[in-house]
């Protein structure tokens, strides 16, 4: 079974900004944006570090997220996102 994967408002406005801000790799970010939630779809345990409880932080460079797994509605919460090439 898939799972469904929600951004919060703040996350997808930080991703807003991070692909609107890249001018010249704005097609590979895109890209790694689509894998990350391909799989969260498929396999949200698989793919991060759990932090606490339904907590976890997932890296595909250059990205890292936050989310949280709802196991019982098979839904995934992305609550941050950001870049680690960056500071």
């Known amino acids: ?33 689509r894998t990350i939630n391909e799989k969260l779809v498929s396999k949200p345990y698989d793919f991060g570090e759990s932090r606490d409880d339904d907590n976890h932080i997932g890296f595909d460079s250059p990205f890292a997220i936050n989310y949280q797994i709802l196991a019982d509605v098979r839904t995934v919460i992305v609550v941050g996102i950001w870049r680690t090439d960056q500071r």
């Open 1 to 33: 079974m898939k799972y469904r994967v929600l951004y919060i408002p703040e996350a997808e406005q930080s991703l807003e900004q991070i692909i609107n801000g890249e001018s010249r790799a704005k097609y590979l970010l895109r890209d790694t944006i």
